[in-house]
């Protein structure tokens, strides 16, 4: 499966690689707003803002998923703590009450 995902992602950089090679040089008008003054740039520097554009913005979500997900496993963790604990006692609890049990079994025999 990794070799694959690997594989995968050599083909798709390829495709751009090529892409950004038969656009080099190429003019780009951008207009942003249908009033404003169109930016005029080539291709390849269009191309490399918006891949790191999508780059940071690809981290800052994953980013914060991840955050998300280690508050989450924490509360998780405490939680599976108190209850380890919880049930640790009501086992000792029950051996406990087992032993008294047969301790006075013993006094009453005797």
């Not at 707003?33 to 981290?59: D, H, Y």
């Not at 939680?79 to 051996?95: A, G, H, M």
Request: aromatic share 10%; net charge positive.
């Amino acid at each position: 499966m990794r070799i694959f995902k690997i594989v995968v992602y050599l083909v798709i950089f390829s495709l751009i690689l090529v892409f950004i090679v038969q656009n080099m040089g190429q003019p780009v008008r951008i207009v942003f707003f249908s009033k404003a003054r169109p930016i005029q740039s080539e291709m390849i520097i269009v191309l490399l803002i918006t891949f790191l554009i999508g780059i940071f913005l690809g981290l800052l979500f994953t980013g914060l998923r991840i955050l998300s997900l280690k508050t989450k496993l924490r509360a998780l963790t405490s939680e599976n703590k108190k209850l380890k604990k919880e049930l640790d006692t009501f086992r000792n609890k029950e051996i406990d009450e087992i032993l008294k049990g047969s301790d006075e079994e013993k006094q009453d025999a005797e």
